[in-house]
């Protein structure tokens, strides 16, 4: 019985001094701790996170920790860095601390929800990180821009600037196109240079400006410009607006472009007009008008045109009526046509004639005159 005793008291003393080298171990090993302040959060696909995690060392001794990650879903990468190094372990001395950064990178082509993974020092600590993808991925391309309607008139460039953003895992050129109707130019810009393609890396952006112009006789309108950057085997679409208020443009002239006329004191004279719309607006309530000499008379017929499109041509009759005691010569008169937003002069010259009785009563005084003088000369010529 002594000698059992003595054996079991021995066994008891071997375990009663294992068990504190085993539970002390324990205790130092959870003295080492893994630490970041971001262990969840939300992102969209592509995105690339970046932690900031402290290796602590409570204890006593040197830690050396074997990093790792684990549970990374497929198709996910990560990198460990230290300074401008890749690591894979760090040695922490007592009670000091150690910082190594994780950037992990979320691929385009990923399902919404949320990701769980762990970050490991080897025997000594883990850390676990969640990643909540906010919507679903895609693996397309993005062709955007923050203002895709613009407004002005046929003289106007109009200059939109987009971003076409490569959503996949490879480089792509794209090809840039545009269907404008006929008579518009279209030129892409990438880099500030005119480009018809433009090479954009994978997950990253392109600025790409996009100068349009409209023919010189374009009608005011609204027009949709589609524009498209497209690869083998990926695209997308963009939807451009261009409204045309128009360019206002008249010309006030006669059929054959004559700018003079005449007529005798008294009398009236029709004078045909024609007024040219040349721009692009339609012209609305043209108000003809005339800047006569005093005492002179000058109407048309119509007095006013009240719609004229784009290209098109009105003829009015201008009715002069020139003073009764006006001198024989030449007069000026201003003629104009005019709306809110353009108007359009002629200067007429009108020579003032004689009128015909007046010749005719000089032609009879002459004729008495030479009467009065054969009179005489017979009466008293002999004398």
Not at 140 to 156: A, L, V, Y
Not at 169 to 176: D, R
Not at 353 to 361: A, Q, R
Request: with cysteine.
């Amino acid at each position: 019985m002594t000698m059992r005793a003595n054996y079991l008291s021995l066994l008891l003393v071997l375990l009663m001094g294992i068990l504190p080298f085993d539970m002390q171990a324990s205790e130092s090993d959870k003295n080492v701790i893994l630490y970041t302040p971001y262990t969840k959060i939300s992102v969209p696909p592509g995105e690339s996170v970046n932690y900031s995690i402290d290796v602590i060392n409570n204890s006593d001794a040197v830690k050396n920790a074997n990093l790792s990650v684990k549970g990374l879903p497929r198709g996910w990468s990560y990198e460990l860095k230290a300074g401008n190094w890749i690591v894979s372990e760090l040695s922490v001395l007592p009670h000091e601390r150690k910082n190594f950064s994780l950037k992990v990178d979320v691929p385009l082509k990923v399902n919404k929800g949320t990701y769980r993974f762990t970050i490991i020092a080897e025997g000594l600590g883990e850390l676990p990180i969640s990643i909540t993808v906010s919507k679903q991925g895609t693996y397309q391309t993005d062709f955007i821009t923050n203002q895709p309607n613009m407004q002005g008139n046929s003289k106007s460039t109009f200059t939109f600037n987009a971003t076409l953003k490569n959503q996949t895992a490879e480089q792509q050129l794209y090809a840039l196109m545009a269907q404008a109707p006929r008579g518009w130019n279209v030129t892409f810009k990438a880099n500030y240079k005119q480009a018809t393609s433009a090479q954009v890396e994978p997950n990253a952006t392109q600025n790409i400006t996009i100068d349009i112009n409209p023919p010189a006789n374009v009608e005011a309108g609204t027009y949709k410009i589609p524009v498209r950057a497209a690869t083998s085997s990926t695209s997308a679409d963009l939807q451009l607006e261009v409204v045309i208020t128009g360019t206002y443009q008249m010309e006030l002239t006669t059929p054959r472009g004559l700018l003079s006329t005449s007529l005798t004191a008294g009398d009236s004279k029709r004078l045909d007009l024609v007024v040219k719309n040349e721009g692009s607006a339609e012209l609305k309530d043209i108000q003809l008008s005339a800047n006569k000499p005093v005492d002179w008379e000058v109407s048309f017929e119509p007095a006013k045109i009240d719609r004229l499109k784009s290209g098109e041509t009105a003829s009015v009759v201008a009715i002069i009526k020139a003073y009764k005691k006006a001198l024989p010569g030449d007069y000026a008169t201003k003629i104009s046509a005019k709306t809110p937003e353009v108007n359009s002069t002629a200067d007429f010259r009108i020579s003032v004639k004689t009128p015909m009785i007046w010749g005719w009563i000089g032609v009879l005084i002459i004729l008495v005159a030479l009467g009065c003088v054969y009179y005489l000369f017979r009466k008293y010529g002999r004398r």
